[in-house]
């Protein structure tokens, strides 16, 4: 939702990630470098060369050399490679010798790189001689899936694998895969949302979960193949699972009776901690219900709803209200896109809940339409809540007057440190009720906003927000920052 996730830029996703404090392509301050600048700096082993970020740098044939200084770096730990053209044999067979060296690269991401069948043989036979990379991302590419089977046998180091985007389509190459995981001890993120996955493929993935294989984390997010007769076979499968905490789902699972299996998990299951749903063809009853036995949860920490058509009515918004009141484990709360507007009194259940909730540590409502009244009961509990660090309202259609109801609730509060509040319309009033919170308000620590225009206010804002402590913390320096790292769902990855 990693989310999550997990801030954000100032015109992208906000609710749970750091992307607004990523550090530049070069790893350095001033970025923009040309390509042999940042080969001399390789060279070097310069100590800020820690990721290193080439995405979309159409480098062609310097690609191959990129790789060859990268086999004596010692430095570089992340190489991001994304919508960079691989499809030439002598790029490959680079990135293949540089998987087979022994270096430090720990992290590599290929998304929609062009990466061919045949080319991927030659890249997947090397990371089975690779002794070093923990994380891979093919997402976006043609890969040969006996040859991914066949290096994951042997391969003793990868812990997260990125096959997102990818046509999966042949039950028999998948079986082959999923016998491959079933030997495999180390992977434990596994993400193979969008990639055309059917029942077929469900009942191979729920074979693989009922072993207790290594696997810790699965995204089967937006596989229009996956019906509740498939959920049916992973929900029994869950039922004997010890190791499985993360999972995503598509909503299209959850029509009919794949609620119903879904509601089964969360209520039998104790090792699930995080739970990612796109709400799609979901009807008001099954969510009530999924709501209940959430409520009833003791071990589930992490809970994200994309609503997409779900529409939300007084009996859900109470239902949430109720999780809120009652769930004693949920840290991390993510509802995307609902429209809160329709739920009327369920509205004011839900937030108000927030006023005797001590575990909530993570809220995002982004996308959800919020109005005065919602605004309003938000802001009277925000005067109360004693746990909340993290809130995100990114694209939620407020202006002033919502937003200076919301800042005057924070004048006394003392543990929000972030409030994102990016896609909304800000004008004077609410850059002058932003000023004034900052200026009382020393453990707010970040505000995420879209650019703002040049007045006497924002130039006042943004010093505010650029003192030392605060940059510090938003430059990732202060040891007090808070984990947001709920994943965001696919639609909202692709948004």
């Excluded at 985007?165 to 079986?175: A, N």
């Excluded at 004048?411 to 990016?422: D, E, G, I, V, Y």
Aim: charged residues 20%.
């Amino acid at each position: 939702f990693g989310v999550m996730a997990s801030g954000g830029s100032e015109e992208g996703e906000s609710w749970d990630d750091d992307s607004e404090n990523d550090k530049d392509w070069s790893g350095s301050e001033d970025g923009g470098r040309s390509i042999e600048e940042i080969l001399f700096l390789l060279v070097e082993n310069d100590p800020s060369m820690v990721e290193l970020n080439l995405m979309d740098e159409h480098l062609g044939a310097k690609l191959m050399v990129v790789a060859d200084v990268l086999k004596r770096n010692t430095v570089v730990k992340k190489l991001d490679l994304t919508y960079e053209s691989i499809s030439l044999h002598p790029c490959v067979a680079a990135l293949a010798e540089l998987l087979e060296a022994s270096t430090p690269l720990e992290t590599l991401i290929l998304t929609s790189a062009s990466l061919t069948a045949e080319g991927s043989q030659i890249l997947l036979a090397a990371l089975g001689r690779n002794t070093t990379l923990k994380t891979l991302n093919l997402s976006g590419n043609k890969i040969h899936v006996e040859s991914l089977a066949k290096a994951l046998t042997v391969n003793a180091t990868l812990q997260s694998l990125d096959l997102s985007d990818i046509k999966l389509r042949s039950v028999k190459e998948f079986s082959s895969l999923m016998d491959a995981l079933a030997i495999n001890k180390t992977l434990r993120s596994l993400d193979l949302a969008s990639t055309q996955l059917t029942d077929e493929h469900i009942a191979l993935i729920a074979k693989l979960l009922a072993g207790n294989c290594a696997l810790t984390s699965l995204d089967l997010d937006h596989n229009d193949g996956f019906t509740a007769d498939g959920m049916a076979q992973l929900a029994s499968a869950l039922a004997a699972n010890t190791t499985l905490t993360h999972l995503s789902l598509d909503g299209r699972a959850l029509a009919g009776t794949g609620m119903q299996s879904l509601v089964t998990v969360v209520r039998t299951n104790k090792t699930l901690l995080s739970l990612i749903l796109t709400m799609v063809d979901t009807n008001e009853e099954g969510v009530v219900a999924l709501g209940e036995a959430i409520t009833a949860n003791t071990t589930m920490t992490v809970l994200g709803l994309h609503g997409c058509s779900l529409e939300i009515t007084d009996s859900i918004a109470a239902m949430l209200g109720r999780v809120l009141r009652v769930n004693s484990t949920i840290q991390q709360l993510a509802l995307l896109s609902l429209d809160l507007d329709r739920a009327g009194e369920g509205v004011v259940l839900f937030l108000s809940a927030l006023t005797v909730n001590a575990t909530l540590t993570l809220l995002s409502l982004d996308g959800c339409d919020l109005t005065i009244r919602a605004v309003t009961e938000l802001a009277n509990s925000l005067r109360s809540n004693t746990s909340l660090i993290s809130l995100s309202l990114a694209g939620c259609g407020m202006h002033d007057e919502h937003i200076a109801l919301l800042a005057a609730s924070l004048h006394h509060n003392t543990m929000l440190q972030r409030l994102a509040l990016q896609r909304n319309t800000l004008r004077s009033e609410g850059v002058r009720a932003l000023v004034e919170l900052l200026r009382v308000n020393k453990t707010l620590l970040w505000i995420g906003l879209d650019r703002l225009g040049a007045s006497e206010d924002a130039t006042a804002l943004t010093e505010l927000l650029a003192d030392p402590v605060r940059a510090a913390w938003a430059s990732g320096e202060a040891d007090t920052k808070p984990a947001c790292e709920i994943p965001l769902p696919r639609r909202e990855r692709h948004e």
